[in-house]
């Protein structure tokens, strides 16, 4: 009976809404693989993936397509990291906002890539590959958010990749989208590039949208983590700041004049620093990293100045001590020879 219990307290301790989404992933990739088994994938592929070419005509692939995993890799890897990683973060905002970010970051994503493939099509004429033969699936895009959303939270905090490979958290999003560039490049578009614009979602979902609840934030709603550390030039190379930061400059004024931004507070692009909202152990780990960072850098600057000075104060030092300073085997002879003259004198 134990043995029983303890799957059904397992499950019950999952929040609702990762218990929901797994569960409806299960099943939905349970179904296409039934369906194309049964000599139904063709249909399967039409209303449960999302192809451009008849997304017109079933636009609820645009999010469902996400719960359909096409292989036994694909379901594994799913299973494997979304399911605990929502977990984490549904109890960190809540379900509400946990719903949000899979929602934005799943159906925005997949417009992008049905307006890319358009763009092809209308470049190259060839329907039957950008419009029919591209079904998106799966949870690539969201797999990247979550990691996008850990970067946030959680950057410095380390983890052990197939049991040898260690990396920092703030790491593997990179990592994930130079893959799916390399993959994109040599010929796999459906369903790699969707990484691409899943990262960028994410990321301005996370940088303007998200509520950050009034009770983390002093009893005001703001939206978004407008600090330096998640920037969008923090992602890339220095050469490629200045750039950027013309770029993303214009971008956000263009899109405050259009009210496109809800306000949160301050000016927080010229330097305010926007708490980000979480258990007390994230904000210590992310505060931690940033003086450690800032810690290293200053020693790096000072090390070298530091020595020479300390060699010229020594040298100094040693220059102006008074002789009844010197060490004890010294000052020991100076004695001595103060008491021969004194006995000299006394015999004269």
Not at 258 to 269: A, F, K, Q, R, V
Not at 299 to 320: C, E, H, I, V, Y
């Amino acid at each position: 009976m134990a043995v029983l219990a303890s799957p059904i307290v397992l499950i019950q301790s999952v929040p609702p809404i990762t218990r929901a989404f797994t569960a409806i992933t299960i099943i939905s990739s349970a179904l296409y693989g039934y369906l194309s088994w049964k000599g139904l994938g063709v249909e399967a592929v039409r209303y449960m993936t999302m192809v451009p070419g008849f997304a017109i005509y079933s636009p609820w692939t645009l999010f469902t397509s996400a719960f359909v995993e096409t292989t036994v890799f694909e379901f594994v890897a799913t299973i494997i990291f979304v399911p605990p990683s929502l977990k984490y973060l549904e109890r960190l905002w809540g379900s509400i906002e946990t719903v949000k970010f899979i929602v934005a970051t799943i159906v925005a994503s997949n417009i992008i890539t049905l307006a890319v493939n358009c763009i092809e099509f209308i470049g190259t004429r060839n329907a039957d590959l950008f419009l029919y033969g591209m079904p998106y699936h799966g949870q690539m895009a969201l797999q990247i958010g979550i990691l996008v959303a850990f970067t946030q939270l959680i950057p410095e905090h380390q983890v052990q990749l197939f049991g040898f490979i260690k990396a920092r958290v703030k790491t593997l999003p990179m990592a994930y989208l130079t893959l799916s560039t390399v993959l994109c490049l040599v010929g796999y578009q459906c369903p790699w590039i969707i990484i691409q614009f899943g990262w960028y979602v994410s990321w301005v979902y996370l940088r303007f949208y998200k509520k950050n609840t009034a009770d983390a934030m002093g009893g005001t709603d703001t939206y978004g983590d407008r600090s330096e550390t998640f920037s969008l030039i923090s992602w890339f190379p220095p050469f490629m700041h200045y750039p950027l930061t013309l770029l993303g400059n214009f971008v956000h004024s263009l899109a405050t004049r259009l009210h496109l931004i809800p306000t949160s507070g301050p000016d927080l692009e010229h330097g305010a620093y926007a708490q980000v909202p979480g258990t007390t152990r994230a904000e210590a780990e992310r505060r931690r990293a940033m003086a450690l960072k800032a810690l290293d850098q200053r020693l790096a600057n000072n090390t070298s100045p530091s020595m020479n000075n300390s060699s010229n104060n020594a040298a100094a030092t040693q220059s102006r001590v008074p002789v009844g300073i010197t060490p004890s085997g010294s000052t020991n002879n100076i004695a001595k020879d103060t008491e021969g003259v004194k006995t000299k004198s006394d015999t004269r």
